[in-house]
């Protein structure tokens, strides 16, 4: 048993239940410097050999979790031989779950810095022999001073776009974009949800990600400008855990016309993929994106996109790949405090009606952002770009492994 979980063992044993509760504040702290400080130790990151390991959330329905699956299936498509490590249930005071030391041709956590330690925790900071890498998502302009120092738990951090990679300057690691792999072919396959109305649009987004920043209301503003309540335009919302915050729910319900209904449940993603290809356009009046992973996804689907020009769309939308909407700066407002301090964007809802009008009116224009936008991700965020992107050590791991 390591040092650290010894003291563990002797932790739960020693004290109560009520004392371990009272103190566990200051206990967290305590691990998260030994766990920082083990992290740090040289780690072999020029003698990794074995399967590239890509460390995530795979369970999850969420950003963090999807990155991990799309990278999985990007090596494989690749016929790069790789391995899933799943700490959903990592916590900081788990026991190393790792006995030994275990080399591989890279580590790639899709992780976050807080997920990060824990999952080091889990497994065993001094136990992970080769490169490692931490795949990071951050949403605002800068990225918190914490997870700047962090970037020193890793070789390298990669960011999904220039966005984030310019939220992260100054990083203890160097810092690299890596944008998320996409699968135009399975894309093609998707059969669209039956339609429900002659104009139909749809927004996604999770309450967990901040209703702020996904600004569904910026949605039902723009649909209702353009629209008014004409049921043969149908805007639908699909979200989820929107019974977490009840009154945020409550609140979008009543803002919602007739013509916008609001679906609060948890599907299988084909069927979310399902509806986004139904429909004739994709609304992201977003404040913030690191990346955009739905309006990629719309993108591969064939829906038109509107979304604010700004933050991590950028990389891979232009005027001619998508409907994008101006905005101006403002300091962040967020009622859930997940965000807080910075700007970010308040897209302009009388250019998003607009163009929901115009879209609406003139069939070619979708059709032709609907070619353009297939082509561009096609072209940007193939598996083979996005395996160009990835660091020198990871490319040499992967081929070695591939040709073995």
């Known amino acids: 048993m390591s040092a650290l979980g010894a003291a563990r063992r002797l932790w739960r044993q020693a004290l109560p239940a009520p004392v371990r509760t009272l103190a566990a504040p200051v206990l967290n702290v305590a691990l998260e410097t030994y766990v920082r400080a083990q992290a740090r130790k040289p780690?072999?990151?020029?003698?990794?050999?074995?399967?590239?390991?890509?460390?995530?959330?795979?369970?999850?329905?969420?950003?963090?979790?999807?990155?991990?699956?799309?990278?999985?299936?990007?090596?494989?498509?690749?016929?790069?031989?790789?391995?899933?490590?799943?700490?959903?249930?990592?916590?900081?005071?788990?026991?190393?779950?790792?006995?030994?030391?275990?080399?591989?041709?890279?580590?790639?956590?899709?992780?976050?810095?807080?997920?990060?330690?824990?999952?080091?925790?889990?497994?065993?900071?001094?136990?992970?022999?080769?490169?490692?890498?931490?795949?990071?998502?951050?949403?605002?302009?800068?990225?918190?001073?914490?997870?700047?120092?962090?970037?020193?738990?890793?070789?390298?951090?990669?960011?999904?776009?220039?966005?984030?990679?310019?939220?992260?300057?100054?990083?203890?690691?160097?810092?690299?974009?890596?944008?998320?792999?996409?699968f135009v072919e399975d894309y093609a396959k998707v059969a669209p949800a039956p339609r429900r109305a002659a104009f139909q649009g749809v927004s996604v987004f999770d309450f967990n990600s901040s209703l702020a920043r996904k600004n569904p209301q910026g949605a039902i503003a723009a649909w209702a400008q353009a629209f008014g309540d004409d049921p043969d335009c149908e805007l639908t919302l699909k979200t989820q855990n929107g019974?977490?915050?009840?009154?945020?729910?409550?609140?979008?319900?009543?803002?919602?016309?007739?013509?916008?209904?609001?679906?609060?449940?948890?599907?299988p993603y084909d069927e979310v993929k399902s509806l986004i290809a139904g429909a004739d356009v994709l609304v992201s009046l977003h404040r913030a994106e690191g990346f955009g992973l739905t309006p990629a996804e719309a993108m591969a689907l064939g829906t038109p996109v509107l979304a604010t020009a700004f933050s991590g769309v950028l990389d891979f939308m232009d005027p001619e790949s998508a409907l994008l909407v101006p905005f101006r700066l403002v300091p962040v407002d967020d009622p859930q405090r997940i965000y807080a301090g910075q700007s970010w964007a308040e897209p302009n809802l009388s250019v998003a009606a607009a163009a929901l009008t115009r879209l609406r009116e003139e069939p070619e224009l979708g059709a032709r952002l609907s070619a353009a936008g297939q082509a561009r991700v096609a072209r940007q965020l193939s598996p083979q770009a996005w395996f160009e992107t990835l660091p020198a050590p990871v490319q040499a791991a992967a081929r070695k492994a591939r040709g073995a």
């Open 243 to 267: 019974h977490l915050f009840p009154n945020a729910l409550g609140s979008l319900r009543r803002l919602a016309p007739a013509n916008v209904r609001i679906v609060d449940e948890i599907w």
């Open 43 to 182: 780690h072999g990151a020029d003698q990794g050999h074995g399967p590239i390991k890509v460390v995530g959330y795979f369970q999850g329905t969420h950003g963090i979790a999807a990155s991990a699956r799309l990278a999985v299936r990007a090596f494989e498509a690749l016929g790069v031989p790789v391995e899933r490590l799943d700490v959903t249930d990592a916590k900081l005071d788990w026991d190393g779950r790792l006995t030994a030391p275990v080399s591989a041709g890279a580590w790639i956590f899709h992780l976050n810095p807080p997920e990060l330690l824990a999952a080091l925790a889990c497994l065993g900071p001094t136990q992970l022999v080769g490169p490692r890498y931490g795949y990071w998502a951050w949403e605002l302009p800068r990225a918190p001073a914490r997870w700047r120092r962090d970037a020193a738990l890793v070789d390298e951090v990669l960011a999904p776009s220039r966005y984030t990679a310019d939220a992260l300057k100054g990083a203890k690691s160097p810092v690299r974009v890596v944008p998320h792999p996409l």
